[in-house]
Structures are given as C-alpha cells and as structure tokens.
C-alpha cells in the first residue's frame, strides 16, 4: 500500500528472518559439519515464542518509532494458538496470557480453514513429533479449557466439522 | 540435517567452526563484527572464497526463546555485514559448525570450491526479495458474496428454511465461501507470480507455514493470498516495487515487500546429494 516504490525491512521482518535462517540457508553436508538438526522445528517455537520485538532493535533491525508492538504481539500470540502442539513444549504461561483476551475469540473465528492447507498438515505432524507433551494435551485439555478445545478444532478443520458441531457453529461466525 | 539426527548428541567439541555464509574475497577487506553469542567474528580467506566464521565449542542450543531469538538476530547482522563489505553472500543456515580448526575449514573449501564458486559467481549482485499479498478480509468476503451466485441461492434457501435445515445450508453457505476465497487465492498468487517472473532471476512460492501472522483474519483483518521470495537486483527493486504499488492501488489489498535479504532461499545443499534444493 505505502511501498513508494521500494522494498524496507519492517515491523514484522523479525519473521522473515527467522523463516530464513532457520528454514532455509544452506545446509552442509558433510561428516565434519554438525547442527541441531531440526532447525525448522526451532523456527515453529521460536515463531510462537516471539511476543515482543523491543530488543530486535538493539540487535540491527529497526523498526520504525511507529510500529505497533501489540498488534505484533496478538500476531505472535495468534500463531501460537495454531501451533498449540509445538507450543506447549514451551510451558503454560503464553496460554494463561491468551486466556485473558477477549481478541483471540474473533481471531479464532477465522482460523479452520487452516487445517485444509496441505502444508498445515505437515507442519502439525513435525510439531507433533518434537513434544509429547503435545499429545497429551490433545485429550486431556479439550474438555477443561475452550481455549485448547477451540485451538483443536482449528487445526483438525476436518474433523471438527464431522464431529464437533458447536465448533463449527463458532465458525460460521466468521 | 534430517539425516544427521545422531549428531543432535554432539553438541560439545573441542574446536569449532561456527559458519555464518561464503564470500567472494576482494583483497584487503576484512570484516570486523561480532556474532552469535557476542563471539569476535572473522574473515578466512582461501583464494578469493572466504568463509565468515567465529571460533566455538560447542552447538548453539537453548530453549530460551529469548536467547535464540538473539542469536538469530545477531547471526544475520554478521551476514549482513558480510554482504555489505564483499557483495551476495552464500548464507548458510542457522547453527551450521564445522568441527576442527581453521584447517579443516580450508580444506572444507577446497573440496567445495566448484559449488561454492558457482553459486557465488550465479548470485553476484542478487539478492532475495519477500513479497505477500494480503487482502482485507471483509472486502473479500464482500466481494465473494457479491461474485457468486451460488452463495446467492444458498442465502435465499438459508432465509426460506427452517432452522435445522438453516443450519446445515450454512455449513454449505461456509463450505462454498472457503472453496472460493482457495480458488482466489490461487488465482491470485498466478497473477502475482507472473509479473514478478518479468523482473526477476527466480521466483519461489512460499507456504503459508511460516510468517509470523500465517492465517488470514487476525487482528488487522487482513488475509494472505500469496506470498513469495524472489532473487533480483537491485537494480530491478524499482521496476519490481511500482509494479506492486499498482497491485496494491486495487482497495482492500496491501503488499508487503521486504529486502534486500542475503538469499537463503536460492541455495543449494553443499555436499551430499548434489542440487537439493534446500528449504523450498
């Protein structure tokens, strides 16, 4: 909208960089060369980490004095929501946070078509992977908090409309 | 990496190397910066390929978010730097060590040269470019609604019907709505692709995996229809930011377009299986 002309480095460029480094970058093969491993499963937490960008100042990026850090923040805090499998490796004091707003039910809303995107799947299944912890939150949670119950049905659109119709019925909302 | 899972175990050496990109090496310039960790970052230089490394012991691990985050910043400042002070880097990917010393590096080099000089030479000048399109939400929705005539019948079965039968035409109604907006979504993402193609050295597609705001609808009401990494000059950023000011102008659509970035998504795997493409 505002580009006149040219490419910048924003507000949410903390994103692209973290996309880039961790899931692409050239990966050496070689016996001598070692490396986390999954540093992709490292971008999804650190992605559903990323609650304030006050300090990417100091480290080179600027974001402009205007930026708005809660919008940036809600954005985080949204896509940890999506990535609730990865994110309760993380600890339970970013879902008690998201408890206290009122947004994310509108966030929420619009989040099912999430799960009919192919790379959604993918992504569901190496969070999956990386925490345990994540399945047994699957069940266990569903019934004691909306908030999980719903973040479920977000990522599991297929099944939520088969068999869960008051989620669905969150969804026409929308 | 997947298939160096082992090697998770390793993360304590003697000597290290922590990799942040290759170069093409001019003489007398050197690079002066500090790195992850606050490590001192140095130039080794092998010919006119240098690597950009600083000295470690150990993997660059933690579960502080907060500190990864920091590193992850302070790595790309390097290669930053890096670009600035010796043109288009070969960025490598984060926490990438070379056990050993300076040695080994060199002659992890000598054994690379002809990719890593190939890439450099075929990267020269490029560098990588983001761009996502975004619509607002409601204005799709709108416009959908107003294009489909489908969606018309339904609403005028949905007011005609009883409630147990309003419901499942709802479910229908939504059903419809998210099969157009995929449907305009892909179309949207060809249009873009295709004038992006006029500018560009390489156009890639990316998932919706992986911007921080992935899913469409959050709190600024804006959903992503496509969203692409492109290599060009920069000599092209000009052509290629008018052309998006004029995708932008259409109400209710707004462009992001970040860079120039160090091109992490147009580099191949060193070693191995030769021409992986890495990432997507």
Redesign the interface.
């Known amino acids: 909208?505002s580009?006149?002309?040219?490419?910048?480095?924003?507000s949410?460029?903390?994103?692209?960089?973290?996309?880039?480094?961790?899931?692409?970058?050239?990966?050496?093969?070689?016996d001598?060369?070692?490396?986390?491993?999954?540093?992709e499963l490292?971008?999804v937490?650190?992605?559903?980490?990323?609650a304030s960008f006050e300090?990417?100042a100091e480290?080179?990026?600027e974001f402009p004095d205007g930026t708005d850090m809660r919008?940036?923040e809600?954005?985080?805090g949204?896509?940890e929501l999506?990535d609730d499998d990865t994110v309760t490796v993380?600890g339970g004091e970013d879902d008690a946070a998201l408890d206290d707003e009122e947004?994310s039910d509108?966030?929420r809303?619009?989040?099912p078509?999430?799960g009919?995107?192919?790379?959604?799947g993918?992504?569901a299944e190496s969070a999956g992977g990386g925490g345990d912890e994540a399945d047994g939150d699957e069940g266990g949670d569903e019934d004691a908090s909306d908030e999980d119950a719903d973040g479920e049905s977000a990522s599991n659109t297929e099944q939520a409309?088969e068999s869960d119709a008051a989620a669905?019925e969150a969804?026409?909302d929308? | 990496?997947?298939?160096?899972?082992d090697?998770?175990g390793?993360?304590e050496?003697e000597e290290?190397r922590y990799?942040y990109c290759a170069v093409t090496v001019d003489d007398g310039t050197d690079l002066d910066t500090d790195g992850v960790d606050d490590e001192p970052v140095r130039l080794l230089a092998v010919d006119d390929i240098g690597v950009v490394l600083h000295d470690c012991e150990s993997?660059?691990?933690t579960?502080d978010?907060?500190e990864?985050?920091?590193w992850?910043?302070?790595?790309?400042?390097v290669v930053?730097a890096a670009g600035e002070a010796f043109g288009t880097p070969?960025?490598?990917?984060?926490?990438?060590?070379?056990?050993?010393d300076d040695d080994?590096v060199r002659e992890?080099v000598a054994?690379e040269r002809g990719t890593l000089g190939d890439y450099l030479d075929r990267l020269a000048g490029h560098w990588?470019?983001?761009v996502e399109l975004r619509r607002e939400?409601e204005a799709l929705r709108e416009d959908l609604v107003a294009s489909d005539d489908r969606l018309a019948e339904l609403d005028e079965e949905i007011e005609a019907a009883g409630s147990g039968t309003a419901f499942m035409l709802?479910?229908q109604y939504?059903q419809r709505l998210?099969e157009l907006?995929?449907e305009r979504r892909t179309d949207r993402a060809a249009a873009l692709r295709d004038r992006l193609d006029e500018f560009v050295l390489d156009v890639n597609e990316?998932?919706?995996?992986?911007?921080?705001?992935?899913?469409?609808?959050?709190?600024?009401g804006m959903?992503t229809q496509a969203r692409f990494t492109v290599l060009a000059t920069e000599d092209d950023?000009?052509g290629?930011?008018?052309m998006?000011?004029e995708v932008?102008a259409e109400t209710g659509?707004?462009?992001?377009?970040?860079?120039?970035?160090?091109p992490?998504?147009f580099?191949?795997?060193?070693?191995?299986?030769d021409g992986t493409e890495?990432?997507?």
């Open positions: 909208m580009n006149s002309g040219g490419p910048t480095r924003q949410d460029s903390l994103a692209d960089v973290v996309e880039m480094l961790l899931d692409k970058g050239v990966v050496i093969n070689a001598i060369v070692v490396s986390i491993g999954d540093t490292l971008g937490q650190l992605r559903a980490a990323i300090t990417a480290y080179g990026l919008r940036v809600q954005a985080s949204r896509s999506e993380e947004q509108t966030e809303q619009s989040a078509e999430l009919t995107r192919p790379n959604d993918a992504r409309a669905e969804d026409d929308d | 990496m997947a298939d160096d899972t090697t998770e390793e993360t050496f290290g990799l993997l660059y691990d579960a978010m907060d990864l985050r920091k992850v910043l302070q790595h790309q400042n930053d070969i960025p490598f990917q984060f926490d990438t060590v070379l056990t050993g080994r992890w054994e990588e470019y983001r939400e709802e479910k939504d998210r907006r995929r990316l998932g919706e995996r992986t911007t921080l705001d992935d899913e469409d609808g959050d709190d600024d959903e950023e000009e290629m930011g008018e998006l000011d932008a659509v707004e462009v992001r377009f970040t860079g120039p970035w160090p992490y998504s580099v191949p795997a060193i070693g191995g299986e890495t990432g997507g």
